[in-house]
């Protein structure tokens, strides 16, 4: 049964479970590294620390939806992978999280014990190790190890498969790939491998997007800009030398799938991964997708409410004020009465005033009889 047939039985919720356990485990574990708890401890080496240990990290972009037909490739790739890889190589496996803080969810980790391209070197298979693909005269304590590994292997893989079903019919989330990128090169300062990377390579994120800018403005130099203005301790910082990075990229129908958006989104790439051993491994391209809006921007839902509610406002305001306008004019007409009436008090006052002056005036003698009036008093003295 394939995985996306499993998808849709209850078989995925049994494969989800561990992916739920791990990934709880990874967050108390690995620490800020690790995109988790900040400040918990690192994780111990599970391979020790010889020179002869090499680590390899997977990073897993299953935020965006994938193609029914391409939904084995993310485990397919990690059991290859793996098998492929040297003795005593400590492998890491991540997904990316939805969450910005938390940018990467440890899946599991494992040490290879057993060299399996050294015991599958043109031998008869043992039918009860194919999954191993171990020779029949493999040595017993050989044998033993590559099972445990494989059965190690193939429970990460699961894991892998699991989460890659889960994006079938969803929609894109945020997508913070710089985050998980910058956390996974913290954990290679001071000691370089080898990281592997299944993505669009599509960063969606409220500081920079490619989903949401041009193809013209895809120029790393922007987004380190945009990056350095957020409120963060470090700066950008990229992988040390001697890291060896292979990109399996999934190339998207109306964004990268044409070769000038691909050649722009490889070159943008290309200027974060500068200075180390960048490799990009081209997958089938899949279809695209409308990831979810992670700006202010409203919806046209959320537009309609909007002018509705703002129509009310203004309505809401125009009754204020012409009611404000209708107060004022009863305010003014009682200042109009008010004003009236002390006019007609003025005019009263005046009157009343005048008619004073003038009994003033009529009761008063005449200048000239006045003055005889003194003389004869001063007369009379004499």
């Not at 108390?28 to 900040?38: R, T």
């Not at 004020?321 to 008010?338: H, I, N, P, T």
Request: aromatic fraction near 6%; include cysteine; charge should be negative.
């Amino acid at each position: 049964m394939r995985p996306y047939e499993e998808g849709r039985s209850a078989l995925s919720v049994l494969l989800a479970l561990p992916v739920l356990a791990v990934a709880v485990g990874g967050y108390l574990a690995v620490g800020e590294g690790g995109g988790g708890v900040s400040g918990a401890a690192e994780p111990e080496p599970l391979c020790g620390t010889g020179p002869d240990v090499a680590r390899t990290t997977f990073l897993f972009d299953l935020r965006k939806p994938l193609d029914p037909v391409h939904v084995e490739l993310p485990g397919t790739l990690l059991r290859q992978a793996a098998t492929e890889m040297g003795l005593d190589t400590e492998i890491s496996v991540y997904a990316l999280s939805p969450h910005a803080g938390a940018p990467r969810m440890l899946l599991g980790r494992l040490c290879k014990t057993v060299d399996l391209a050294g015991l599958a070197a043109g031998s008869a298979k043992n039918g009860a190790d194919d999954d191993c693909d171990l020779p029949a005269q493999a040595p017993p304590g050989a044998r033993a190890s590559a099972r445990e590994f494989c059965r190690e292997r193939d429970a990460l893989a699961r894991r892998v498969d699991a989460l890659a079903v889960e994006t079938l019919g969803r929609s894109a989330g945020p997508a913070y790939l710089v985050e998980a990128l910058e956390a996974t090169a913290r954990e290679f300062d001071g000691t370089p491998g080898t990281l592997h990377v299944f993505s669009d390579l599509l960063q969606h994120a409220p500081w920079f997007s490619h989903a949401e800018t041009p193809p013209a403005e895809w120029q790393y130099e922007r987004m380190a800009a945009a990056w350095a203005e957020l409120p963060m301790e470090q700066p950008l910082r990229g992988f040390p030398p001697g890291t060896s990075v292979r990109i399996h990229y999934v190339p998207r129908v109306g964004t990268t799938v044409n070769e000038d958006g691909r050649d722009a989104h490889k070159r943008f790439w290309a200027g974060y991964f500068d200075g180390v051993e960048a490799e990009f491994d081209d997958q089938p391209p899949m279809a695209g997708y409308l990831p979810e809006s992670l700006d202010d921007t409203p919806t046209p839902m959320e537009l309609a409410a909007y002018e509705l509610e703002r129509l009310r406002h203004l309505s809401t305001l125009v009754e204020r004020e012409l009611s404000e306008l209708a107060e004022g004019r009863r305010e003014l007409e009682v200042d109009r009465e008010r004003l009236a009436a002390e006019r007609r008090k003025l005019a009263a006052a005046r009157e009343r005033l005048e008619a004073r002056a003038a009994a003033l005036a009529a009761a008063s003698p005449p200048p000239g009889e006045e003055s005889l009036a003194v003389a004869d008093v001063a007369g009379d003295g004499t």
